[in-house]
Every structure is written in structure tokens, then in C-alpha cells.
């Protein structure tokens, strides 16, 4: 069976508290290929680790993290004592240790996303991930030869031509819609399939099963021990 390639989910979030340094370094403790990290906007401009839209969920603060300034996000906790990290702290907790999945959740920062990653020197490889695919479209103007993942919740109609649209290497995939028809074909257009997010290690094997090329887990050290 091919190696498949191992991401952290949001670091490695099964470990310590998601897309904060702490999960980033489990993840490069663990030896993650890629740790895959969130990315959003403060009211001020400055791009942090952030799943949700509030920061209500994952701190021991509220409100809309684009309401707030970096200053104000930061200074809530982020679970044993980690702040919400900026997007250029996470560029330098991770180069040269492990590759990085950006997942742009929010439209317009796609230009300073990248030019975070080109100002950083970042010497791991970068993938651009997003729902948002006018995103996708956004970063290859920037960057043509950037790599790119389609994203997909639900499985739209001819999903193989919609992620073909996007010139796009990657498409993501819930691990639960996944079938080996599907991987198939996406392969015979040289698309590789990731899927997310596998926990158990029964969902683990079930996509290694399908023949996917890489796994997202908040539990990445269960990949390769089935």
C-alpha cells in the first residue's frame, strides 16, 4: 500500500487545544507531514488560527473575532494557557519542521495569506484549502503556481470537473462520503484525495481502504497503526 500522506487537524487538536502553538508542535512531535490550521481575519486586520467565527467556543472570551482586535483575541486563554496565535507565529513555529494546510474559512484574505507565507520564506510546502473556491480562484491570481484544495462538504454534481475548474492538485473530501468509485476517479485526472476528519481507527481504515492519499485527524499518530 502507498504511504498516505498524515495532517494534524488544526494542529494536532486531539492533543492540545486546536490551531494554537502547542497542537502545532504535538503535530510536529508526532512527525505530521502537514499540520492543517484555520485562517481568519481580527477587526485590525491581522490574520490569526481560528476556526469559528466567535471565539466563544475555543477561549474563555466572546465575541466575533472580526469585531475584535488581535490585542483583544489574544489576550483571552486558549485553552492551558495558549493565545489565539497570529498566522505569521504559526509560519514560524512550523518552517522547516512540517508542511502547512491553510484553510481560508472567511472571502478576502487570500492575497494576505499568501503574502504572508512569500514574507515568511516558509520551507515546507503550503497547500490552500477552502469551502470558499472564489478563494481558490483568488489565490492563483496571486500565486499561479501555488497549490491548491478544493474543499467539499456535500459532493456536488460532477465533482471532478468542479474541482478540474479550480486547477486545483488536492480536493478534500468528508471521510464519510468518500467511496473507492469516487477516489477512482478523481485519480484518473490526477486529483489527490484527502479526507477529513478521521478519529477512530475504524474510519481511519476505512479510508485507507478506498485508497485515499491522505488522512486529517485530530489523532494523527492513529494513522499507520491499523
Known amino acids: 500500500m502507498p504511504r498516505v500522506v498524515r495532517i494534524g487537524h488544526r494542529g494536532a487538536a486531539g492533543h492540545a487545544p486546536e490551531n494554537t502553538l502547542a497542537a502545532i508542535q504535538r503535530g510536529i512531535e508526532l512527525q505530521v507531514d502537514f499540520v492543517e490550521i484555520d485562517v481568519r481575519c481580527t477587526a ?7 476556526h469559528d467565527a466567535t471565539i466563544s467556543r475555543t477561549t474563555n472570551g466572546k465575541g466575533r473575532v472580526d469585531s475584535l482586535s488581535l490585542r483583544e483575541v489574544q489576550a483571552f486563554n486558549a485553552g492551558n494557557g495558549e493565545h489565539v496565535p497570529t498566522l505569521d507565529e504559526v509560519l514560524k513555529a512550523a518552517s522547516g519542521k512540517t508542511g502547512l494546510m491553510l484553510e481560508l474559512k472567511v472571502e478576502g484574505v487570500a492575497q ?8 515568511a520564506g516558509f520551507s515546507y510546502p503550503v497547500i490552500y ?33 468542479r474541482a478540474r475548474e479550480y486547477r486545483s492538485a488536492y480536493v478534500g473530501l468528508r471521510h464519510d462520503t468518500v467511496t473507492r468509485r469516487l477516489v477512482d476517479a478523481f485519480h484518473q485526472e490526477n486529483l489527490l484525495v484527502w479526507v477529513y ?23 494523527p499518530d492513529r494513522i499507520g497503526r491499523q
Request: aromatic letters at 4%.
Open 112 to 119: 494576505q495569506t499568501v503574502d504572508a507565507v512569500r514574507e
Open 197 to 219: 476528519t478521521a478519529d477512530s481507527i475504524s474510519e481511519i481504515q476505512r479510508a485507507l481502504a478506498l485508497g485515499v492519499d491522505g488522512v486529517i485527524s485530530n489523532f
Open 129 to 161: 484549502a477552502s469551502f470558499l473556491h472564489g478563494e481558490l480562484t483568488q489565490v492563483r491570481s496571486v500565486d499561479p503556481e501555488a497549490a491548491l484544495m478544493v474543499l467539499f462538504s456535500r459532493l456536488p454534481r460532477a465533482p471532478v470537473a
Open 44 to 50: 485590525d486586520g491581522i490574520l490569526v488560527a481560528l
